[in-house]
């Protein structure tokens, strides 16, 4: 597929059009106040990659409350308080051209007691001595992720994305190793994804119909099983629950090594079901202009990019101008990041990324 057609127009069920393919992933970079609000890091970043020429841009992982919080420094939704920096991030990114997502974030049994927060398991095996979640507690979580989503359209945003990936809450109830539950949301694979489809349901309710949802989903890891995925991912998008699938695979490129698909790219896996009008894309290693319009040949409407972006903050627009462009090779120097434009926050961050920043570097 032609390079320039990741610089096409994509449309959504909802709300207004993406100006070209390159949605920016949901990267956590622990630079705001410790009490959750935006800090003039936050926003600075935001204005860089809003000036880059994504088509979205989201924020980083944004926890519902405050019991959920699962780093330091980590940005929060969970109350208006936080508002005033959710407006400043959202204009910065409407005034650069591109649409808007906070990623809506509660980190389940991994919740960081240090920080205020309560691990919440959804099985009472998870974490020694500490019980499930009671199924009252369950649906005031549920609440509070609709909640968030309402406080993000009041600051301005396009659109939230749930986070259902990497072991996180929503990750954690699909799960049959991590939820043993007997309640509604526990057992059969419905009940178990019930959790995530109530969350989505209910935030469509309260945001109404120009409003876009997104849904970021890991496959692998955490219990999760591959079959049982395809199945909920089979559902919501025939039923046209959100308007784009994220999945956050390691390696876009990766083969399923066991099971059902054994042998497949795992991708394929996921391109292969019906969308009807639901668009679908994913991150993992999209370090050049090369792979990118190679996974739209492979069935994505969109790519995330994350890694390219935080070394090359106007990774699209360096794609744009050159077919063949391909990311700096890792480990970077942290002096490399800081001419690039990232705090020292930030660079913090990447030195607990494997491979990211170079050993000893200063």
Request: net charge negative.
């Amino acid at each position: 597929m032609p390079h320039s057609h990741l610089f096409e127009p994509l449309t959504f069920l909802h709300g207004p059009p993406m100006q070209n393919r390159f949605m920016l992933a949901p990267l956590t970079n622990q630079q705001s106040e410790h009490d959750g609000t935006a800090t003039e890091f936050d926003l600075d970043w935001i204005r860089q990659v809003a000036r880059s020429g994504y088509g979205l841009v989201h924020t980083g992982a944004a926890y519902v409350e405050g019991c959920g919080i699962a780093y330091e420094r980590q940005l929060g939704i969970q109350d208006d308080a936080e508002l005033w920096g959710l407006t400043q991030m959202a204009s910065a990114i409407r005034e650069g051209g591109g649409l808007s997502s906070v990623q809506l974030h509660h980190a389940g049994h991994r919740a960081n007691p240090r920080l205020g927060g309560i691990p919440s398991p959804a099985s009472g095996r998870t974490l020694p001595g500490i019980s499930a979640l009671t199924t009252e507690a369950v649906e005031r979580i549920r609440d509070s992720f609709i909640a968030a989503a309402k406080r993000a359209q009041l600051a301005g945003f396009d659109g939230v994305a749930p986070h259902g990936a990497f072991g996180w809450i929503l990750s954690e109830f699909l799960s049959p190793l991590m939820n043993d539950r007997k309640d509604k949301y526990g057992g059969s694979i419905e009940n178990r994804a019930r959790l995530t489809i109530e969350i989505i349901e209910g935030i469509r309710r309260a945001c109404g119909p120009d409003f876009q949802i997104g849904w970021r989903l890991s496959v692998e890891r955490y219990g999760l099983l591959l079959e049982e995925l395809r199945e909920i991912v089979w559902e919501i998008l025939d039923r046209e629950l959100i308007d784009y699938l994220d999945l956050a695979l390691w390696d876009s490129a990766q083969i399923v090594g066991t099971g059902t698909f054994r042998g497949k790219r795992m991708l394929s896996v996921f391109t292969e079901i019906p969308r009807r009008g639901v668009r679908v894309g994913t991150a993992g290693k999209i370090m050049s202009a090369r792979r990118s319009a190679e996974l739209l040949e492979e069935g994505c409407d969109f790519v995330l990019i994350g890694r390219a972006g935080i070394l090359e903050r106007d990774f699209p627009l360096l794609v744009k101008a050159n077919p063949l462009h391909e990311g700096p090779k890792l480990p970077v120097t942290a002096q490399f990041l800081r001419d690039g434009g990232l705090s020292e926050r930030f660079i913090n961050h990447m030195r607990g990324w494997e491979s990211f920043v170079r050993p000893g570097s200063p």
